[in-house]
């Protein structure tokens, strides 16, 4: 059974930073490319940022160019998050995800991430 469990989040002060980590289990985790999706209150889900299994290739919206980091390690079958910088609009849910490609996409449950100005 696959399973996505996110930590790190919390209330920080605008320019603060906080690292999220999403612990992943029941496959082979460095066959699985991941990534980082959040929601904020009344919006639409919007792509953070992605790493593919081998950690070579990364991806990030506009939003999160230069204050946020994705990375992974895959020994400790773990992805990490760190923001930097954060501002008030970054407050949302953040979830991790695995895609299997065949089986398709999981998800964890969520990490609140609160930026107050």
């Known amino acids: 059974q696959v399973q996505l469990v996110e930590a790190g989040g919390g209330l920080v002060q605008a320019g603060g930073s906080l690292r999220l980590s999403c612990a992943f289990s029941?496959?082979?985790?460095?066959?699985?490319?991941m990534g980082w999706i959040r929601q904020a209150p009344g919006k639409e889900r919007e792509f953070v940022a992605a790493?593919?299994?081998?950690?070579?290739?990364?991806s990030y919206a506009d939003s999160a160019k230069g204050r946020f980091t994705i990375s992974r390690d895959n020994t400790q079958n773990t992805m990490y998050l760190q923001m930097n910088s954060l501002k008030p609009e970054d407050t949302a849910v953040y979830y991790c995800?695995?895609?299997?490609?065949?089986?398709?996409?999981?998800w964890g449950q969520g990490t609140q991430v609160t930026v107050s100005s």
């Open positions: 995800n695995a895609n299997l490609r065949s089986e398709g996409v999981y």
């Open positions: 790493i593919s299994w081998s950690g070579d290739s990364l």
């Open positions: 029941g496959r082979t985790f460095s066959q699985v490319a």
